[in-house]
């Protein structure tokens, strides 16, 4: 082989550089892949399952893929902030089709690589330009990957209170008193519904008093909508708290994601929206996003926002969608529904309220670390280390052996 | 209701990507003859976008496949995409593949390498953080070369010599020049073939001397591949020089990107080929690359990978894909010649070889700004500012009332 004196500095800095610890989450499935135990089960990466326990593809997907196909499109580029007809769909779908912001064009939505494109584009954009302090303020807990988004594009991170592990609850009181230490025009994260990764959602009232206290400490509200529609079954329920803050006043940025809603997990689909002022400021912002994403990846990928395209704009699939979104939500209900009355029956005496109460894919189900640890080593089921489970995971056919599982470690 | 004052109240009006708003005035344009030979995207004789045969195909083997589903690709992208696209570039008999210090990102195009490489030199090359490191980008290059190095933290990017205007050609001394004058282990984008936007490269043996002074005077190698059989029509000839510096024994980046060749521009296929010392550096390395990938999109979209990653595995699509390239290559081979023979007919001032001498999509005219103004607003034929065309705008059709456009700027407009 060539003797490859060249470039040892490359070599050898990268020599310091050491292994990236795997990533948490998706490392759990790895371990999961190796696992020969006929009865595992994956909760780990937060992807839909059937009750089959198979990766779902929504019919409404596959019929909009045969009437795409049917069209014989070119595949020109898109323009920067992606197709045109993608992000007036993915505005009225989170604001709804009446919004005065839609309305008066004082937004400015583009079309992202799903959600974590979504974040880093606005993370990008608010570290450019926001002349507020450099300091987002994440829930505490918060989905893994928010932070190092948000640190890679040059902010600092804090964090408010929100998870109540004594209840496996909402902290109502404890978010309020850091929110209303939170210094002015910082940015503050919400997940708009079935928050990741505890499931727990403020209430409407709940909702109401934070709003105004934002509002209060004039803070710049950053939503992430990751599950709209996969949260309660209902696509406007659970876009209730972004409408109420642009109702209040509060011009938001947006994150949305597909990913899971449309199923359109690998294809990256997803959007992000700038509430302006005017649609004057509209324009500036966008040309801004465009210098932002140019640099990344030029302009999105078109497979996807075709498909959710088509999804939203023909009244058929529409329909379909809205049935089998709902149909997705109400089958994780009933797994949590069933969890529970199956931990009764194993005879457990904890209160397990909490995983009904909770709401979405995931549930924070109170477990400690030393208790994951032996649900895993012992019964093969999969779970990050903060206890939280995918109810995706959960089906009919294996909701009673996590039951004893979690009852074996528990009691 | 809304808040008192807007915390964007000072963001200030970005001007239009230069190549996009080229387009956008063609497209407003109500001229019967109006011709585009801006953007960078393949037209047929028709002038209409080309879905490569193999494409169609191989899509509907997809949609038949009611195995594939729509989950999540691991951080790196498809696996099967990811090799094969290194081979691509490297070669079936890649002494380095065999040694398994090869590794390849998914990424969003060729943009998307590109960024994903410069994030990673930035954090890991030359140091840590070291955003002081220089580099160099030929002068010309692709507009975003500057803003991907730039946005990805560099502070210090340079031009190297790379055009002659005067000679309509490579500068080579004063390429040479600036290699020996760049500081050790600063970093050299260097477009594999068709550079874009001049279509000039260097010949191999000019190649040669550039690997010798990067090599002497340890100079870091970041290929730039958005033309691999486009150029010539060959896909070898086109990754000589890539392949020319691996077996030289450097360590190297390669953003490769699939959305010329392939002709797939929107779904966004592109891929970072690493070439490690040995494949221990090769695993920490691409451990990195998904950090950074973890933070800037999560995963790679899957359905342009697909295509590429089951055209190039299959032996028969990939001799229907080499094909296909060869049609888009040849077609532009013939503008060029047909170009340059209307040109010299006409006798339009000053030599015409440099169209082609020049390989791939773009060709450096030489026109100056106000002879491309005359072009578009007298003439409505768009071209870049630069004088660059594309030769893929040109048609049987519309040749000649280009060629005698041309004819007419140089002559009427100094």
Known sequence: SPHLNVNRLFSNTVHLLGMGPPDPILGVTEAFKRDTNPKKMNLGVGAYRDDQGKPYVLNCVRKAEAVIAEKKLDKEYLPIGGLGEFAKACAQLALGADNEVLKSGRNITVQTISGTGSLRIGANFLSRFHGGPRDVYLPKPSWGNHTPIFRDAGMQLKAYRYYDPSTCGFDFKGALEDISKIPEQSVIVLHACAHNPTGVDPRPEQWKEISDLVKKRNLLVFFDMAYQGFASGDIDRDAWAVRHFIEQGHNIVLSQSFAKNMGLYGERVGGFTVVCKDAEEAKRVESQLKILIRPIYSNPPMNGARIATTILNTPELRAMWLEEVHGMANRIIKMREQLVAGLKKEGSSHNWQHVIDQIGMFCFTGLKPEQVERLTKEFSVYMTKDGRISMAGVSSGNVGYLAHGIHAVTK | ?414
């Not at chain 2, 990195?288 to 032996?315: D, F, H, Y």
């Not at chain 2, 870049?384 to 041309?406: E, H, P």
């Open chain 2, 1 to 414: 209701l809304a808040l008192a004052m807007s915390i964007f109240s000072e963001v200030p009006q970005a001007p239009p990507v230069a190549v996009f708003k080229l387009t956008a005035d063609f497209r407003e344009d109500s001229h019967p003859q109006k011709v585009n030979l801006g953007v960078g995207a393949y037209r047929t004789d028709d002038s209409q976008p080309w879905v490569l045969p193999v494409v169609k195909k191989v899509e509907r083997l997809i949609v038949e496949d009611s195995s594939l589903n729509h989950e999540y690709l691991p951080i790196l992208g498809l696996p099967e995409f990811r090799s094969a696209a290194s081979k691509v570039a490297l070669g079936e008999d890649s002494a380095a593949i065999k040694d398994n210090r090869v590794g390849g990102v998914q990424a969003l195009g060729g943009t998307g390498a590109l960024r994903i490489g410069a994030e990673f030199l930035r954090r890991w090359y030359n140091g840590v953080n070291n955003t002081a490191t220089p580099v160099y980008v030929s002068a010309p290059t692709w507009e975003n070369h500057n803003a991907v190095f730039a946005d990805a933290g560099f502070k210090d990017i340079r031009p190297y010599h790379y055009w002659d205007a005067a000679k309509r050609g490579l500068d080579l001394s004063g390429f040479l020049d600036d290699l020996e004058k760049a500081p050790e282990h600063s970093i050299f984008v260097l477009h594999a073939c068709a550079h874009n936007p001049t279509g000039t490269d260097p010949s191999q043996d000019e190649w040669k001397k550039i690997a010798e002074i990067m090599k002497r005077r340890n100079l870091f190698v970041f290929f730039d591949s958005a033309y691999q059989g486009f150029a010539s029509g060959s896909l070898e000839k086109d990754a000589w020089a890539i392949r020319f510096f691996v077996s030289e024994g450097f360590e190297l980046l390669v953003a490769q990107s699939f959305s010329k060749n392939f002709g797939l521009y929107n779904e966004r296929v592109g891929n970072l080929t690493v070439v490690a010392r040995d494949n221990e550096n090769l695993t920490r390395i691409l451990s990195q690359m998904e950090k950074i990938v973890r933070t800037t999109w999560s995963n790679p979209p899957s359905q342009g990978a697909r295509i590429v990653g089951k055209t190039l595995n299959c032996p028969e699509l990939f001799a229907e894909w080499k094909d296909n390239v060869k049609t888009m290559a040849d077609r532009v081979l013939l503008m060029r010649d047909q170009l340059k023979a209307k040109l010299q007919a006409l006798g339009t001032p000053g030599t015409w070889d440099h169209i082609t001498q020049q390989i791939g999509m773009f060709s450096f005219t030489g026109l100056n700004p106000k002879q491309v103004e005359f072009m578009i607003k007298e003439k409505h034929v768009y071209l870049m500012a630069s004088g660059r065309i594309n030769m893929c705008g040109l048609t049987t059709k519309n040749i000649d009332y280009v060629a005698q456009s041309i004819h007419e700027a140089v002559t009427k407009v100094q």
